[in-house]
Each structure stands twice: as C-alpha cells, then as structure tokens.
C-alpha cells in the first residue's frame, strides 16, 4: 500500500509537471525525508505550479510569499496584534502554518527576514514575541531564486543554503517535452483537476517509515567517504558539514523507499549526491575562476568508489 500511495504521488505530478521525472522524484523525496528543496530557475519555468500540485497531492495546506526587499519577519511568521473590538491582543498566525509553503524569491528579503524562516524550517516552529507555536508536522518549504539576477538581491549565507536538502533546477525541456507541454495545457490546465492522493496522516506514516529504511554498514562508509572527499578536494574550501552527512543518509532513505525498498543502495546516494553537495560545498577563490560546483561534485563522485551491492544489502 505505501510504495502504491508515493507511486501514485508522482503519477499525479508528472501528469502536471512534463518532463521533470528525476527532480519530482527528487522533491518527494526531500518531503519524506522531511527536508526542504531549494528551486534555482529562471521565472516561468514552473517552480509555482509544481509547488501547488505537490500540496493538493497531498491534501495539504499551501501558502504563497513573494519575497520583497520590504517584508518583515512578521509577514512570514505573524505577530500578535490589537484588536479594537474585543480590546485584546490577538494571534495572527503568518503563511508559514502551512503544509507546503513557496517562498518566491527568497533572496530578495534581506537577512533579517531570511533568518526569520530558519527556525521554521529547522526546529518547525516560530517564536512570536516570545511564544513558541508548532508548525504543521509536514511543514515543507520550496523556496526559488532567480540564478542569474543579482541586483536587489541578498545571496543566502551559508548557514541557511545548509538548511535546505536539495537544490534543483528544472531547466528547459525538449522539443518533445515542450510539444507535449502545449496539448496538455492548450483546453485547460491540469493542475486544476488535481485531486489529493494522500492525506497529511498517511504523509506523516511515510515519513515515519522512510528512518526505518536499513542502512548497512558498507553504505555507511561510502556516505562518510564521500564526505571526507568533500573537505579534502583541491579546489573545495569548505565541504560538507557533519549536519549536510546526516541529511544524506535520510535523503538516501527516502529515495530507497520510493523504489519500494526496505534498504538503501550505493545508487541511491549517488542520484542524490548533486543536488545535495553542490549548494553545500564554497570553492576557493582560485577554482571559482576555472571550475563549478557541479563539475567538482562529479569529481568527488567519480573519486570514490561505491561499494558492491552484497555488501549494500548487509
């Protein structure tokens, strides 16, 4: 029943989303690992509408903010405010109390607003003038960046590049895909005829479900050699962080559970290897010249040898 429910979440996807079947796969897997994904595209490319469809996939809540260099804290989070008629100060509860929330653009806010989405994502809570409130437990943020636009915007420090599982692009398709795209959507749009395929309870067993997924010891080594490959790369400055390993091993996991296995294969790590490493790892100055992260990233990978898949079975 479970691999027949994540089956039938990506069905629903990719009857949306043409083309894009490894990062959907990808970004239900950031969901079951209970990461969050950062979308770097240019605009149009459908980061909003994938967005909205994995949240009525999932019967879930979902909220929008357009990041600004203008919004506050509080427009993220909610505060506490007057309210004349009762003469009480009320709760208004901000879009981050949402299941799956899209925060568009986010470098454009400055830090302090940035910051203000960091606890969320990582303690899934907000403190509002000093109460602390629980976030949904299936809280998901997918929050997107324009690549190439630099003015007026706050590049995200490391400290929070750190808290998002993957970065994915979606990039342009075929020609094919781009034929099928226009039939899909020339009478009507698909995304209106989603209808949920899990609940958010069923979402939180998977969840659950996924830190079962056996880990052998062999696969064990080959995350903490990867890692070590990180830190040790000529052209890396800083590599991944012992925070960035153990999100690996839960991102492995969830991939092995979407495949309907109850272990996880060397294979499995290195689908996910790219769109975990490459937002993670700062180059020195003198490789920023020469080489890019993604280029690296598959220097490492081809650097260190996988392990059989006996051994990964174990």
């Given amino acids: 029943m479970p691999q027949s429910k994540v089956q039938s979440l990506l069905d629903t996807i990719n009857r949306v ?6 990062q959907v796969r990808l970004l239900v897997a950031g969901l079951l690992a209970r990461g969050h994904v950062l979308l770097e595209d240019l605009p149009g490319m459908g980061k909003t509408v994938l967005a909205k469809t994995l949240a009525q996939s999932v019967g879930g809540t979902f909220s929008r903010i357009q990041f600004t260099s203008d919004l506050l804290p509080s427009d ?3 505060l506490h405010y007057f309210n004349p008629k009762t003469s009480e100060f009320e709760l208004r509860r901000g879009p981050a109390f949402a299941d799956v929330l899209l925060a568009d653009e986010i470098n454009r806010a400055t830090p302090r607003t940035q910051s203000g989405l ?4 990582e303690e899934r809570q907000v403190t509002i003038e000093g109460i602390t409130l629980e976030l949904p437990q299936t809280f998901f943020t997918i929050a997107t960046q324009n690549p190439i636009e630099s003015e007026g915007t706050y590049p995200l420090p490391e400290a929070q590049l ?3 599982l993957f970065r994915l692009s979606l990039g342009y398709g075929s020609r094919e ?4 795209m226009m039939r899909r959507f020339r009478t009507d749009t698909p995304l209106e005829k989603v209808e949920p395929v899990i609940n958010t309870g069923e979402l939180v067993q998977m969840q659950q479900a996924v830190r079962e997924v056996h880990v052998s010891e062999a696969v064990e080594n080959y995350i903490i050699d990867l890692t070590e490959a990180s830190r040790a790369h000529k052209a890396v400055q800083v590599g991944i962080s012992p925070r960035a390993m153990l999100s690996m091993v839960r991102a492995a996991q969830a ?12 294979d499995d790590v290195k689908e996910i290897v790219p769109a975990l490493f490459a937002h993670r790892i700062v180059l020195t100055m003198e490789a920023e010249l020469h080489v890019l992260e993604h280029e690296v990233v598959d220097e490492i ?8 898949e006996e051994g990964a079975r174990g």
């Avoid at 991939?255 to 060397?266: D, N, T």
């Fill in 118 to 121: 960091l606890e969320a994502m």
């Fill in 17 to 22: 989303i043409v083309g894009k079947e490894q």
């Fill in 76 to 78: 993220v989070v909610g």
């Fill in 301 to 308: 990978l081809r650097s260190v040898p996988a392990p059989v």
């Fill in 177 to 180: 895909d781009a034929r099928e």
């Fill in 162 to 164: 750190d808290r998002f």
């Fill in 255 to 266: 991939m092995a559970y979407i495949a309907g296995r109850s272990f996880v294969l060397p």
